[in-house]
């Protein structure tokens, strides 16, 4: 009986990812094992100017693709496919060179390089930095326009949960002792 259970809750799991990935391969929003990478790692590689404080808008999507409350029709997920891919092509073609750039300006700047020298590869990090910040505030943008006013409301309720539970985790890890990193948990210096 439980095996017959199992089979049939695979087979449901591979029916419903096939129906959401298009002919053209397009991606679903299941986690992948790339996407559960340490959050320090990820910070460490981000190509955006703006390193915190702006939503992945995406990423909470495919999070919350299945979510009742959230109800996304298939018509939503098919848009939000398109705007994932179209938003994650640019960051793909970015990311390597800003990532190239900073390892070049830390190794020149370990090394004693003039600063002067490094300006154009400053420059150019910086335009692809805004670039990157550019295309993330576009999709975020596109990415609440496919949503109706319910399901943005929604969203902005599970942040101000998710906020307030962080809070008091932080002050409980306080009132025990444990110290945050300045300015991570807002508690202090």
Not at 52 to 63: E, F, I, Q, R, S
Not at 108 to 114: C, I, L, S
């Amino acid at each position: 009986m439980k095996r017959l259970a199992i089979t049939s809750l695979t087979a449901i799991a591979l029916l419903s990812a096939t129906l959401y990935a298009s002919e053209e391969s397009t991606p679903t929003m299941p986690m992948t094992k790339k996407s559960q990478q340490s959050k320090k790692a990820k910070k460490k590689q981000s190509p955006f100017l703006i390193k915190h404080g702006l939503p992945h808008m995406t990423k909470l999507m495919k999070k919350l693709w299945d979510d009742e409350k959230l109800a996304l029709t298939p018509e939503q997920k098919e848009k939000l496919l398109v705007i994932r891919k179209e938003t994650m092509d640019v960051i793909k073609q970015i990311k390597p060179e800003v990532m190239q750039l900073k390892k070049e300006i830390v190794q020149a700047g370990r090394k004693g390089d003039n600063a002067a020298a490094l300006q154009p590869k400053v420059e150019k990090l910086a335009q692809l930095e805004a670039r990157a910040t550019m295309v993330h505030l576009t999709c975020i943008e596109k990415t609440k326009a496919v949503l109706t006013p319910a399901q943005k409301a929604y969203l902005k309720e599970l942040h101000k949960t998710k906020k307030a539970a962080h809070m008091k985790k932080m002050q409980e890890k306080q009132a025990q002792g444990m110290k945050c990193a300045t300015g991570k948990c807002g508690m202090g210096k």
